[in-house]
Structure formats: C-alpha cells, structure tokens
C-alpha cells in the first residue's frame, strides 16, 4: 500500500537534515506501529507523506499503491486515499464541523469523478458513525474542534477518517492526551475500520494504544531512521525497558 | 474658518443640488442641515477624519462612475416586507402588519405634526458633535426622498429596503423603534453609481431593532454611508453589514446610548480585492449607566484592495458599568493590500470594562494545511478560512435563518471570486 524508500528529509528554510534514509513498506490490511523517542522524526514522516509545506526532500522515494505521491498536492493525495490523524488537530472557528467534513467528503468525491454524496445520505452515515465515537448532534454542529477536549478532538479525527474512508490512515499520537475511555472508543474506531483493503501507520510513544489496536509489525524510529523492526512484542520490549537498550544495541 | 480650498469644493458641490420644495417642518430641518455644512464645508484631503480615505470621490460635483454594475436581490428567498426605491420613485406595499408604520418622507414632511419631526436631522446634528459629518448634513439638507418607519409592536417580517439605481441619489430615512416594538430592517441593493444614504434611528426605551445590509457584490460604485442610532434604556440595537462593495465604500456609525442597560452592536463583513477601498468609521458614545457595545469589523482583502477601519467608545462621566467591545481585524491575502485601523478609547468613568483589540494577519498555513489534507482543494479551503474569519460578525445576527441566508450569499460569492 505505502512504500518508503531511502527517504531524506531537511526543513525547507535550514539546513536541517531531520529524515535519513527512511525505508518502510506498510502491506494492505496491515497495522504498522512507529515508536520512538521524541524528535526523532516520526511527525516529520507523517507530514511529508501528507505534503505539508517546510519541508525537502533531498532523497528517496514515497509510492501509494505504486503512485508516486511525493509530487502530489495534500489534496490529491487525500483524494488519493491517504489520511492523517493529527497529532494537535487545528481549531477552525466559524465553520461547522458536519459543513466542514460533507465539504471534504464532496471535494474527494469530485476529485474522483465520483458524484456528490446527498445532504440526506450523508445525515444518515455520519450519525451512524458518530454515535459509535460517541460524538453528539452538538459536537457536530460545533465550528471544527472549538471548544473541544482534548479526546473529543481525538474522536473527531477518527470520525473524519471514518467518514472519508481512506486506504492508508497514518495515526500521529492519537493516544496523546486521552483518558481510558477517550482511548477505547478511540480504538474501537480505528478498528471498526480495519479491512483488508486498508493500512495503517499508528505512530506512539506508548505501548499502551496497542493493547487495543494490535499492531502487525512494529518499527523504533530513532535520529531520523527506522533502526529496528519486530513483531507485537518490541513494542512490549519498548514498555519495559524504555529506548536507552534498544538504541544503545543498534549503536 | 473654512480654509478656501474647501470652501470652493463645497460652493461647488453646492451649485449642483437644490434643497427640494415643500416647506415645513422639513424645510426647516433642510435649512438648518444646509447652514451647519456651510459652516464646517465638505470633507478634504487634510482632515483628520478623512486621513485613511479619499473623500474627494464622494464630494466631486457630479459622480466619477456612469454605469455601476448591478446585481440580484441578495435577499431572496427570504420572506420580507419590501419597499422598492428606484428610478421611478418609492413603492410601498400594499398592506402592512399591525405595529407597523411606513410612508415616504415626502409625505410625512406634508403633515404639519409628525413624530419623524423630532428625529430628521436631528440624530445627524447630534451626532456630528463633537466631530462634523458634513456628508451626512449634505444629505439631510438635499435628500429629496427616504422612507419614514415606525414599530409599535414586534413585527415578524422583516421590512426590507431595496434601493436601485444609477444615478446619484441621497435618501434619507428615520426609524422610530417604540417601546417594546421590535424590528428587522433589510437593506439591499445598488442605490446609484454614487450613493449617499442616511439612516437614522430611534430606539425607545425597551425597543429592539436589528439592521442588516448587504452592499454588493457589484463593482464600481462609491458609497457613503451613515447610521446615526439614539439608543433608551434596556433598548438593543444590532447592526450588521456585508460588504463586497467597489471602488469606495465609507460606512459610518453613530450610536449614542442614552439610558441605562441598552445595547448596541455595530458589525461588518467586507472583503474586496483591487480597486475596493472599504473604510468604517465608527463612533459609539456611553452617556448611561450599565450598557454594552459590542464593535466586531472584519477584512479580507486582496490584491492591493484597502481597509480602514476608525472606531472610538466614548466613555462619558457618569456611565458606570460600561461594558465596551471593539475588535478590528483584516485578513490579508497577499502582500500588497493594507489594512489601516485607528482604535481610540476615550473614558471618563472609573467603573467600566472596555477592551479593544486591532489584528493583521495572512491565511493560517497549518488551519489550510489541515483543509487540504482532508482532500479540499487550496481554493476551497481558503474560502472555508475566509469564513471561518469573518464568522464573528456574522454571530451579530441573531436570527439563524438569515445568519445562515448572509452565510450562504459570502460563501457564493467567494466562490465565484
Ligand atoms: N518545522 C520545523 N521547524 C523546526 N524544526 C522542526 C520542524 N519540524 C521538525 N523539526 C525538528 O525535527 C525533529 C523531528 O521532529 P518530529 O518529526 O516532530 O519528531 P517526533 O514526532 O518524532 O517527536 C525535531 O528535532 C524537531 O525539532
Ligand atoms: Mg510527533
């Protein structure tokens, strides 16, 4: 589904080499987890994938089911299939979040040649997923994560995946700032979605998100490259014993 | 002493109007209109309160555009009580609900008694102290015609004013919101290549007025504008404005808040790109205790388009309590567009809250960013932030459905930008 290859990343405005030779290939249906100390480079793979401006790449390659993505507006790798639950999702004041989510829906759909989803069908759908995040009618209505907790902005960005139904999700820090609960619905809803047609990259700091949504395969990304890939039971290694081992046995 | 340039200027202006016939108490008004602008002459270059914008447009003897562009009725679809004014003269409607009053001023100014007596001119007068409006007086010495409103109860359906044209036409109206009454005044409409409107209104005590205009999308048109608003107690007026309006467009509001616990919100909506030069000048007085006012004015602006925004809360002696809000801020979507902003707070009483606050700034990448990534192609997604900005002037009107019919019409119109 997503493949990455030898990819080098600097910040467009300093000569700052932050990515270093990124090599990762995520399977469809496949649960990729990324784990890793802070600043090694995890949100930075996350944007470039999804074509946020600041950022060069001097080398490599990133492919979505063979296409080339790197050369891609973020709006037509979305409508493409690739989605980004943020790691601090933005506060849009003034624009309700169901006007905000059936705009996107409705500008995928075109881009895809697609016709318009209706005002009704797309009533009916949302409140279906919605309820299953726990989002009510209010928050629905509510201008774009204004006002939100920090779980409720959470549960919003998987009720935009949700809605969206994109092939490859890359999850930043989804587990960030959530209690229990918060994290189970979270999960539920990440996993309701799992499909054989459909990949994920779940980037955390903590093993715990895992428990709920079990990861395939398991990568310690560190100083801007993947350096260790396992099964489940790295990230448990990871739970234990913290990255000064891992890092300290690839060094 | 009104230095000679000015004087020519206005002797100039002056030799192309007549102060229309009829006598009166109207007449009188007239007169007196015409001697106050004498004394103080038309606005020029070197005036401090025409330091942001041009006047010279606006006070040319005959108007620089021909052929304004014109466009629908921005609000169809919504259920109104209209008045047209165009070039064959005002139409009222047939019928009118109960609590509510209409005529022309021409024939309120042919009745010896009339209520509208106590207000025409008289709101302007009071409104160009301690700062001389000489537009407006300009206007209630010549408009030959406006229309003369009064609520005596709450009216349901909003009264809509629809005003069309190409010419140069000064109208003038006066509302009276009577205690108790509530009204919603639309207006719409391309008054002429070179419009200069006055609306003047009274809020008794208790009485609710909304006012909501929409200027443009037309291109080429100069506009001047002024709201002139006398508030009671426990009365609330709410102003708001959507304006897309070219090539010059000045709206100024006066609002003096007379008794205790009124309410005043003056709110609008401009974007423009290129030749648009959109100024609010905007002046709200507190002369009692316990009352709010709430100043909310947004820019978009583009392609070397101009926004100005003047806005002042007087704070008399003796108005204790006073809760004052002013928010001025323009979007910018490029480098080469201005926004020219002089917030002023003038305060005599020690036990008030004001806070004012002025911004500049350009499109948040990562709020765009965060747009595209959900598939929303740049364009959208900056007309979704364009919205998103102008939102909080868009909250003054309360009412859902017309909030959401203004929405609607920005949201059309952006796209089509
Ligand atoms: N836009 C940016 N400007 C400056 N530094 C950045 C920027 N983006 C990332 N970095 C730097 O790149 C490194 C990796 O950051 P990031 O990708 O956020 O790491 P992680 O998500 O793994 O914590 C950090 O040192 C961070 O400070
Ligand atoms: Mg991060």
């Given at each position: 589904?997503?493949?990455?290859?030898?990819?080098?990343?600097?910040?467009?405005?300093?000569?700052?080499?932050?990515?270093?030779?990124?090599?990762l290939t995520v399977e469809a249906g496949k649960v990729h987890a990324i784990m890793g100390p802070n600043g090694s480079g995890k949100s930075t793979l996350s944007y470039v994938m999804s074509g946020r401006d600041g950022y060069e790449v001097t080398d490599g390659a990133a492919t979505l089911e063979g296409e080339d993505i790197l050369e891609?507006?973020?709006?037509?790798?979305?409508?493409?299939?690739?989605?980004?639950?943020?790691?601090?999702?933005?506060?849009?004041?003034?624009?309700?979040?169901?006007?905000?989510?059936?705009t996107a829906v409705n500008a995928q759909r075109k881009a895809r040649g697609e016709a318009e989803i209706s005002a009704g069908d797309f009533l009916k759908v949302i409140r279906e997923k919605a309820k299953m995040l726990k989002i009510d009618a209010d928050m629905l209505k509510r201008p774009v994560n204004v006002g939100f907790s920090g779980g409720e902005k959470k549960r919003n960005e998987i009720l935009q995946m949700a809605m969206l139904e994109p092939k490859m999700c890359i999850l930043d820090e989804t587990d960030s700032g959530l209690d229990v609960d918060a994290?189970?619905?979270?999960?539920?809803?990440?996993?309701?979605?799992?499909?054989?047609?459909?990949?994920?990259?779940?980037?955390?700091?903590y093993q715990r998100l895992l428990d709920h949504i079990k990861p395939d395969v398991v990568h310690i990304m560190a100083g801007g490259r993947i350096v260790k890939t396992g099964g489940p039971e790295l990230a448990l290694e990871v739970e234990r014993n913290g990255y000064g081992d891992l890092l300290g046995e690839v060094a | 002493m009104v230095a000679e340039a000015k004087m020519t200027a206005t002797e100039d202006r002056l030799a192309t109007l007549t102060v229309p016939a009829g006598g009166g108490w109207l007449g009188r008004a007239r007169e007196?209109?015409?001697?106050?602008?004498?004394?103080?002459?038309?606005?020029?270059?070197r005036d401090e309160y025409w330091r942001y914008t041009d006047p010279t447009a606006l006070v040319a003897p005959s108007p620089a555009i021909s052929t304004p562009t014109s466009d629908g009725d921005p609000w169809e679809g919504i259920d109104t009580i209209t008045v047209t004014i165009d070039a064959a003269g005002i139409t009222l409607p047939d019928t009118?609900?109960?609590?509510?009053?209409?005529s022309t001023l021409a024939q309120a100014g042919e009745a010896d008694i009339h209520w509208a007596r106590d207000l025409y001119g008289v709101l302007e007068a009071a409104g160009s102290r301690p700062v001389a409006r000489p537009l407006a007086m300009l206007n209630t010495a010549f408009a030959a015609d406006g229309l003369v409103i009064r609520a005596t109860g709450p009216v349901a359906k909003p009264v809509h004013i629809r005003t069309t044209g190409t010419g140069d036409p000064l109208h003038h109206h006066v509302v009276r919101v009577e205690s108790g009454a509530?009204?919603?005044?639309?207006?719409?409409?391309?008054?002429?290549?070179?419009?200069?409107?006055?609306?003047?209104?009274?809020?008794?005590?208790?009485?609710?007025?909304?006012?909501?205009?929409?200027q443009g999308?037309?291109?080429?048109?100069?506009?001047?504008?002024?709201?002139?608003?006398?508030?009671?107690?426990?009365?609330?007026?709410?102003?708001?404005?959507?304006?897309?309006?070219?090539?010059?467009?000045?709206?100024?509001?006066?609002?003096?808040?007379?008794?205790?616990?009124?309410?005043?919100?003056i709110a609008c909506a401009a974007f423009g790109k290129g030749d648009f030069h959109h100024d609010d000048t905007v002046w709200v007085t507190h002369d009692a205790e316990d009352c709010e006012s709430r100043q909310v004015f947004k820019k978009v602006l583009r392609d070397g388009a101009t926004g100005v925004f003047q806005g002042k809360i007087l704070v008399k002696d003796g108005a204790q309590k006073t809760d004052g809000y002013q928010i001025s801020q323009s979007l910018l979507l490029d480098?080469?567009?201005?926004?020219?902003?002089?917030?002023?707070?003038?305060?005599?009483?020690?036990?008030?809250a004001c806070s004012h606050g002025s911004t500049t700034g350009a499109i948040d990448e990562t709020a765009l960013f965060y747009l595209r990534s959900r598939g929303v192609p740049q364009k959208d997604a900056t007309d979704l932030l364009v919205l998103s900005f102008l939102a909080e002037a868009l909250e003054e009107i309360g009412d859902d459905a017309l909030r959401e019919h203004v929405s609607d019409r920005l949201a059309d119109w952006l796209r089509h930008h």
């Open positions: 589904m997503l493949e990455i290859k030898n990819l080098h990343v600097k910040l467009e405005d300093e000569d700052k080499q932050i990515l270093k030779g990124v090599d891609m507006e973020p709006e037509e790798r979305a409508a493409a299939g690739l989605f980004l639950a943020f790691q601090y999702p933005v506060e849009i004041p003034g624009v309700g979040n169901m006007t905000f989510l059936r994290m189970k619905l979270v999960s539920e809803g990440v996993n309701a979605l799992r499909d054989a047609g459909r990949a994920f990259l779940v980037i955390t700091h | 007196d209109a015409l001697a106050r602008l004498k004394a103080v002459g038309m606005p020029g270059r009118l609900p109960d609590g509510l009053e209409i509530e009204v919603t005044i639309l207006k719409s409409g391309t008054a002429g290549a070179r419009a200069n409107t006055v609306t003047e209104i009274d809020v008794a005590d208790g009485g609710i007025c909304h006012h909501f205009r929409i999308p037309d291109h080429g048109r100069h506009v001047n504008t002024h709201l002139f608003a006398r508030m009671g107690a426990s009365s609330l007026l709410k102003s708001f404005t959507l304006s897309a309006n070219g090539e010059l467009t000045r709206n100024e509001a006066v609002i003096e808040l007379l008794g205790d616990e009124g309410a005043a919100h480098d080469d567009s201005v926004f020219l902003a002089k917030p002023e707070l003038e305060i005599y009483a020690d036990d008030v």
